[in-house]
Antibody, heavy 116, light 110 residues
Framework: QLYLQESGPGLVKPSQTLSLTCTVSGGSLTSNSYYWGWVRQPPGRGLDWIGT???????YYNPSLQSRVTISADTSKNQFSLKLTSVTAADTAVYYCASGFLPFFWGQGTPVIVSS | QSVLTQPPSASGTPGQRVAISCSGS????????VNWYQQFPGTAPKVLMY???QRPSGVPDRFSGSKSGTSASLAISGLQSEDEAHYYC???????????FGGGTKVTVL
């Protein structure tokens, strides 16, 4: 059983960078069989895939966000992170980290508001 | 506009059978497996079905999944009040090179 926990600022100013971290317990980030990713959900709307990190090195990003997003891993801390640059109000959402080729284990989610 | 298409809503009375469809294409459902998720307000999604029709431990057997061609379906038999939630389908999309989600279906128990 994997446990994932998101952390990071709940308020980000427009044009700044949103940075979130996901801490993993119950499993290792370095396992060859694990995919790690981020999904977001704007208020009152559905799920939106942001990107996936495979085997700590290969990344897949939503084409609509590709120019602004980076997902990376810190294996020493068993964490992976999300950075989204040049945020606008449209990036306001609950952000979830998850594991799996298709998300299987999910974190509880962390709300992020983009506002000045 | 979601890559996978779900009806926005479905409903039934307690004990009835409700089915939710998820329509895709050859680049997603047609060539990859489907997961289904259940989400209650204010909580994270929970995987209800994986690899089209496999239930994780703890998911009641009144939930079942199937896939045919470029469509998938989630059925709830013996609908209960606690099944009132949003349900989402997901599949890897080879054209997107990423995860495609359906727009979600809100199930209401009348």
């Amino acid at each position: 059983q994997l446990y994932l926990q998101e952390s990071g600022p709940g308020l980000v100013k427009p044009s700044q960078t949103l940075s979130l971290t996901c801490t993993v317990s119950g499993g290792s980030l370095t396992s060859n069989s694990y995919y790690w990713g981020w999904v977001r959900q704007p208020p009152g709307r559905g799920l939106d895939w942001i990107g996936t990190l495979y085997s700590g090195a290969t990344t897949y990003y939503n084409p609509s966000l590709q120019s602004r997003v980076t997902i990376s891993a810190d294996t020493s801390k068993n964490q992976f992170s999300l950075k989204l640059t040049s945020v606008t109000a449209a990036d306001t959402a609950v952000y979830y980290c998850a594991s799996g080729f298709l998300p299987f284990f999910w974190g509880q989610g962390t709300p992020v508001i983009v506002s000045s | 506009q979601s890559v996978l298409t779900q009806p926005p809503s479905a409903s039934g009375t307690p004990g009835q059978r409700v089915a939710i469809s998820c329509s895709g294409s050859s680049s997603n459902i047609g060539s990859n497996t489907v997961n289904w998720y259940q989400q209650f307000p204010g909580t994270a999604p929970k995987v209800l079905m994986y690899s089209n029709s496999q239930r994780p431990s703890g998911v009641p057997d009144r939930f079942s999944g199937s896939k045919s061609g470029t469509s998938a379906s989630l059925a709830i038999s013996g609908l209960q009040s606690e099944d009132e939630a949003h349900y989402y389908c997901a599949a890897w999309d080879d054209s997107l090179n990423g995860v495609a989600f359906g727009g979600g279906t809100k199930v209401t128990v009348l």
